[in-house]
Nanobody, 124 residues
Framework: QVQLVESGGGLVQAGGSLRLSCAAS????????MGWFRQAPEKEREFVAH????????YYSDSMKGRFTISRDNAKNTVNLQMNNLKPEDTAVYYC?????????????????WGQGTQVTVST
């Protein structure tokens, strides 16, 4: 079992920045690749970013490239999402997730553990 707890969400104006963190506990954190997803009201859950087990490889949804950066610190059992130049359409609940596979995937069904999410609201 892996427990994931997100933090860092909040209300920010368009153009601003937020840094989300996800703290993991339980099984060996470095044994999991990690992803961030988001879900806006009445929309399906959407892939945001993925990072491999030791952070060598990262992948992003096209709409987030250049604005969002995923990183991890295996010594602290954390994965972070730095979000810059936020837009109102980035408003959503953001979730971190852990996958036992080190292969990149943007499919939510390939992730084994999920946090409860943190709300990000971007105002105009």
């Amino acid at each position: 079992q892996v427990q994931l707890v997100e933090s860092g969400g909040g209300l920010v104006q368009a153009g601003g920045s937020l840094r989300l963190s996800c703290a993991a506990s339980g099984r060996t954190f470095s044994g999991y690749s990690m992803g961030w997803f988001r879900q806006a009201p009445e929309k399906e859950r959407e892939f945001v970013a993925h990072i491999s087990r030791i952070g060598v490889r990262t992948y992003y949804s096209d709409s987030m490239k250049g604005r969002f950066t995923i990183s991890r610190d295996n010594a602290k059992n954390t994965v972070n999402l730095q979000m810059n130049n936020l837009k109102p359409e980035d408003t959503a609940v953001y979730y971190c997730a852990a996958s036992g596979s080190n292969t990149y995937t943007g499919r939510s069904t390939k992730y084994d553990y999920w946090g409860q999410g943190t709300q990000v609201t971007v105002s105009t």
